[in-house]
């Protein structure tokens, strides 16, 4: 199955830029989506598609993809973005599966 | 309000067996396809299985292919997973969660549920 590959921590200051990676093959076939985790918490989506924020969420949150890399940029960082976050695409050996990243911890300081 | 809830989660020796619930309400349940994904404790995200709109297809992860069970009952508006052959290893939170057509994204989870196998 394929494998994606994140950064396990990045810290960010208060208002800043922060951006996110997330490397694998079958980024260059499918778009990530991007989820955001709170302890105790349940995943929420950030980013589908192309970069495309659900209702609700932040215009701050943004995402791009280049060859085997999707990003996340978080712009202008607040306290509530201190998450977890975690890059999704289907899967290339088999397109009906889905494979998640290795996480993202992002620390607003 | 769209939602979901999992249930059926708890403590199962190894090698026993556990069925998971997942009822949905504010949506129309029989047009989605609906996901398992499950966290173990300090971890991160693993996607278990899928299961098509209509009940008629269904695919795992390796890690559970033959031991878990994916199905629905689009007239109950409920999700299940039968987990079989319980291993540590699948000590985790369960959350079920669903993917519109046309996102290819996660884009409503439940809150989960916990499952603990230990003797």
């Known amino acids: 199955s394929s494998e994606l590959t994140q950064d396990p921590a990045v810290s960010v200051a208060l208002g800043q830029t922060v951006r996110i990676t997330c490397q694998g093959d079958?980024?260059?076939?499918?778009?990530a989506s991007w989820y955001q985790q709170k302890p105790g918490q349940a995943p929420v989506l950030v980013i589908y598609?192309?970069?495309n924020r659900p209702s609700g969420i932040p215009d701050r949150f943004s995402g791009s993809s280049s060859g085997n890399t999707a990003s996340l940029t978080i712009t202008g960082a607040q306290a509530e973005d201190e998450a977890d976050y975690y890059c999704?695409?289907?899967?290339?050996?088999?397109?009906?599966?889905?494979?998640f990243g290795t996480g993202t911890k992002v620390t607003v300081l | 309000q769209v939602q979901l809830v999992e249930s059926g989660g708890g403590v199962v020796q190894p090698g026993r067996s556990l069925r998971l619930s997942c009822a949905a309400s504010g949506f129309t349940f029989s047009s989605y396809a609906m996901h398992w994904v499950r966290q173990a404790p300090g971890k991160g995200l693993e996607w278990v299985a899928v299961i098509s709109s209509d009940g008629s297809n269904k695919y795992y992860a390796d890690s559970v292919k033959g031991r878990f069970t994916i199905s629905r009952d689009n007239s109950q508006n409920t999700l299940y997973l039968q987990m079989n052959s319980l291993r540590a290893e699948d000590t985790a939170v369960y959350y079920c969660a669903r993917i519109p057509g046309d996102w290819d994204a996660f884009d409503i989870w439940g809150r989960g549920t916990m499952v603990t196998v230990s003797s």
């Open positions: 079958s980024l260059r076939s499918y778009y």
């Open positions: 598609g192309k970069n």
């Open positions: 999704n695409s289907r899967d290339t050996s088999s397109n009906h599966n889905y494979v």
